[in-house]
T-cell receptor, first 115, second 113 residues
Framework: SAVISQKPSRDICQRGTSLTIQCQVD?????MFWYRQQPGQSLTLIAT?????????ESGFVIDKFPISRPNLTFSTLTVSNMSPEDSSIYLC????????????FGEGSRLTVL | KQEVTQIPAALSVPEGENLVLNCSFT??????LQWFRQDPGKGLTSLLL?????REQTSGRLNASLDKSSGRSTLYIAASQPGDSATYLC????????????FGAGTTVTVRA
């Protein structure tokens, strides 16, 4: 298994502000994945974070709105910028263990509410 | 494009009854299938991973089967308990080097005491 810590676990934010979510993994991984789960919906992949290179974004997600950092092999951040109520979601960090299409493990999620 | 469907969307059973959750997918060229549990407002917990070459996996009261040719997987939970109340999601991994999983919308289970 994998131990994945996310901070904050939840937050209430004002429209127009930005919030950075942190994800820490208990061992080194090449790729870290950020997902979004909107209320009542299933999961949608936002981007794949690779250490030492730009994140790869999925269709419908852009770097200006969701900038990602990956400073080392155990840590990543996702920023949700210029938030609107439509950004109210659970944001989840995940990794494969073992890597190369093994089993996917998730953090506890960060539940954001934008007023 | 892979589409994953879970039926029913919600299920309520009395304690002790066996649970049967269904997952279907449109493209049978998958690498593996994974079942998750999600408690309200929380992250996902991995329950079972079935590789495409396998037909089933078991862990305690949980058993998951996979029929790749028909595009179906079933999660069985024996002797349900109130603590089993949660949303159960299935996800399929495409073959090759594509790491993007396709998730179903989930089945929300309530086990009544």
């Amino acid at each position: 298994s994998a131990v994945i810590s996310q901070k904050p676990s939840r937050d209430i934010c004002q429209r127009g502000t930005s919030l950075t979510i942190q994800c820490q993994v208990d061992s080194q991984v090449t790729m870290m994945f950020w997902y979004r789960q909107q209320p009542g919906q299933s999961l949608t992949l936002i981007a794949t974070a690779n250490q030492g290179s730009e994140a790869t974004y999925e269709s419908g997600f852009v770097i200006d709105k969701f900038p990602i950092s990956r400073p080392n092999l155990t840590f990543s951040t996702l920023t949700v910028s210029n938030m609107s109520p439509e950004d109210s979601s659970i944001y989840l960090c995940s990794v494969y263990r073992p890597e190369n299409t093994g089993e996917l493990f998730f953090g506890e999620g960060s539940r954001l509410t934008v007023l | 494009k892979q589409e994953v469907t879970q039926i029913p969307a919600a299920l309520s059973v009395p304690e002790g009854e066996n649970l049967v959750l269904n997952c279907s997918f449109t493209d049978s060229a998958i690498y593996n299938l994974q079942w998750f549990r999600q408690d309200p407002g929380k992250g996902l917990t991995s329950l079972l991973l079935i590789q495409s070459s396998q037909r089933e996996q078991t862990s305690g009261r949980l058993n998951a089967s996979l029929d790749k040719s028909s595009g179906r997987s079933t999660l069985y939970i024996a002797a349900s308990q109130p603590g089993d109340s949660a949303t159960y999601l299935c996800a399929v991994s495409p073959s090759g080097n594509d790491y993007k999983l396709s998730f179903g919308a989930g089945t929300t289970v309530t086990v009544r005491a």
